[in-house]
């Protein structure tokens, strides 16, 4: 599902290769390899000023996912809006149901949220290094949280019409210049609804009681705890 781009020979235009194409299987929408520069060497993704490169069929349906992407941006290479844009569908010609629209800014030299205006927190723009962006999807809650260079940019619901899945990303230009590389698709392992390790064993005789402090507050509908009692029968 994810590219680091090592795989390819410098300047190879990903037209149907690697499972990247043009919008639409436009090839002169494709995106192409670059040999000059790289977060992991040798290679990255050259997206141009006229690029709108898709990578269809990830195929994502369900669970937590952290999606995570590396973009450099030299300085004065901002000429135009720049797009990270995620599907949960696409199809060469359609149709297509958009997702995510985060978008560099070339007035504002911000990172924005398109699809979620109302909920958006513009980062500055870091130019002239390697920056993530980082999407932590939950497919079965329909939630997600975008950031960028690890600030917060939005947060909301995933899906507001059709599948809740992660089919397609979609990385556009609009006249800007910028590279790609170490993309990919983690799933995320949720934390224990529980704690491991309460503390040591307890010395307990026959019908006793014994208020344990948890280390931990724990929840419950009308109320929380940071104890526990522990009784003894027998």
Not at 156 to 162: N, P, S
């Amino acid at each position: 599902r994810g590219d680091s781009f090592e795989t390819y020979a410098a300047g190879t235009v990903l037209d149907n290769v690697g499972g990247w194409y043009g919008w639409d299987n436009t090839p002169s929408a494709a995106a192409s390899v670059d040999g000059t520069l790289a977060l992991s060497a040798p290679n990255s993704l050259l997206v141009g000023a006229t690029t709108d490169a898709v990578r269809p069929n990830i195929g994502l349906t369900s669970g937590r996912w952290s999606a995570t992407a590396w973009q450099y941006i030299a300085t004065g290479a901002l000429t135009g809006d720049i797009y990270f844009i995620t599907n949960s569908v696409y199809n060469h010609g359609g149709p297509y149901t958009w997702t995510g629209q985060l978008r560099c800014d070339s007035t504002a030299n911000t990172v924005v949220d398109d699809l979620r205006a109302s909920a958006t927190t513009p980062q500055p723009i870091v130019f002239d290094q390697w920056v993530e962006w980082r999407l932590d999807v939950d497919l079965d809650a329909n939630t997600v949280s975008n950031y960028y260079n690890g600030a917060l940019v939005s947060s909301g619901v995933y899906a507001t019409a059709g599948p809740v899945a992660l089919d397609n990303i979609d990385l556009f230009s609009t006249g800007g210049v910028c590279n790609w590389d170490d993309i990919g698709f983690n799933a995320v392992t949720p934390p224990p609804c529980y704690e491991l390790d309460i503390g040591t064993a307890l010395a307990m005789g026959d019908d006793s009681v014994v208020a344990q402090p948890l280390g931990f507050t724990f929840p419950f509908p009308g109320g929380s705890t940071t104890d526990i009692t522990i009784c003894s029968n027998g």
